[in-house]
């Protein structure tokens, strides 16, 4: 009998679940025994996936938690938010572990997730027991946990980025300004008219501008690691690319230092953590140098006629930004290598 870790994916035909199966595949601890769709039960999931093709043999399931509690120890819902509200308990009160990577989970506050996701909150008490997944920051928390939030994929790659100078308390918290950009495929595989070809092709555009959802994300976080009320300005662009995410972020510093300070505290920070990367004085992170992979990579830059601190950092959406991290967090739970099934190479060229 196989002693690997049984794994089902809810919502396996999404973008983010069928990154799931191609980085679990790989996995020396786990094996997917169930991948779920709402919409084409019943049919081989290689059928609608021809990469897969002699890969994964699986035929796509329905949801039915009584079967799930046979089939399965842990469970990824990736799921368009306001699914996971209702069902991700259900998991939980059947003894599964569960990884969530919509946003159903990630704000503390049922009134914020209303006003910024427009649905219904879950029940606080879920809520509450919902530990924040972003791996490098609050491994402490999710080691042994058994239910994790798996944050945004924006939240992560800017957060990576901000986290230190904020925590050290170096920032001037009022001053926060994010500009991030990110390919289509952080919008999912649903059709919309703003993903045609020819809408996004040779185009750029800002979008939701001062209505992201994951503003209160990241405003949560970086309140929470300064120990006091932090604000931010983020605005989201479209980019013609499939995937990717570069979040450039200004900080103005509460009194000075030197640029080499501020490397070394990221240095510090980060030491001992292999999945993000920091580029030395001068050198910035592109997103084709993390394609693919579990990295994050971060250039900082001090400019000391203004005092400002600019700061870039990439990651892949599909990966660090969601199926890799939830895979880190699934590691640290189970207290195995943080890199297990991850050490890959970004693709290049
Ligand atoms: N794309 C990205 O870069 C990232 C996405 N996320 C989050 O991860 C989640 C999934 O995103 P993504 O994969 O891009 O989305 P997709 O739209 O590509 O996929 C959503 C999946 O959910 C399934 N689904 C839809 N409705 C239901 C339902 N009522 N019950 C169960 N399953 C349902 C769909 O399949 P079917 O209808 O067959 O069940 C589909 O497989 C979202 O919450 C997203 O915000 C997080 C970070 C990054
Ligand atoms: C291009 C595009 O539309 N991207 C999505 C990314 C959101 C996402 O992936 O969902 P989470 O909130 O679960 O992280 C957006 O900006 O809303």
Not at 43 to 61: E, K
Not at 275 to 284: Q, S, T
Not at 314 to 330: E, P, S, T, Y
Request: proline share 5%; charged share 20%.
């Amino acid at each position: 009998m196989s002693t690997k870790l049984r794994a089902a994916i809810i919502g396996s035909t999404g973008y983010g679940g069928v990154e799931l199966i191609r980085l679990l595949l790989s996995h020396p601890n786990v094996e997917i025994t169930s991948v779920i769709s709402t919409s084409r039960a019943g049919v081989p999931i290689a059928d609608g996936f021809p990469h897969l093709n002699q890969i994964v043999t699986n035929t796509l399931d329905g949801i039915d938690i009584g079967q799930l509690q046979q089939k399965a120890d842990v469970v990824f819902t990736a799921t368009p938010h306001g699914v996971a509200t209702e069902l991700a308990p259900k998991l939980v009160d059947a003894g599964l572990k569960v990884i969530d990577l919509s946003g159903d989970f990630r704000l503390k506050s049922g009134e914020a997730y209303e006003r910024w996701y427009k649905h219904k909150p879950a029940d606080p008490a879920y809520v509450e027991k919902a530990v924040y997944g972003l791996s490098e920051v609050f491994a402490d928390e999710v080691r042994g946990a058994g239910f994790i939030s798996n944050p945004g994929c924006f939240p992560t790659a800017t957060l990576l980025g901000l986290v230190p100078v904020v925590s050290e308390g170096w920032a001037d918290l009022s001053s926060i300004i994010i500009d991030a950009k990110t390919g289509v495929s952080g919008g999912g595989r649903g059709l919309s008219l703003g993903f045609h070809y020819s809408e996004i092709n040779e185009n750029l555009l800002a979008y939701k501008v001062n209505r992201h959802q994951h503003t209160p994300e990241i405003e949560q976080v970086l309140s929470r690691v300064a120990g006091e009320a932090a604000v931010v300005t983020f605005t989201t662009h479209l980019v013609p690319m499939t995937r990717g995410i570069l979040s450039t972020m200004y900080v103005n510093l509460r009194e000075m230092h030197t640029e080499e300070e501020i490397i070394n505290l990221y240095r510090r920070y980060y030491e001992g953590r292999r999945f993000v990367r920091i580029r030395p004085a001068g050198k910035w992170p592109a997103t084709k140098e993390v394609w693919g992979s579990n990295y994050c990579d971060i250039g900082i830059s001090l400019d000391q006629r203004t005092g400002r601190l600019t700061i870039i950092s990439v990651i892949d959406n599909l990966v660090k930004g969601a199926a890799g991290q939830a895979i880190q967090n699934l590691n640290l739970l189970m207290g195995w290598d943080e890199g297990a099934g991850l050490a890959f190479t970004p693709v290049y060229p």
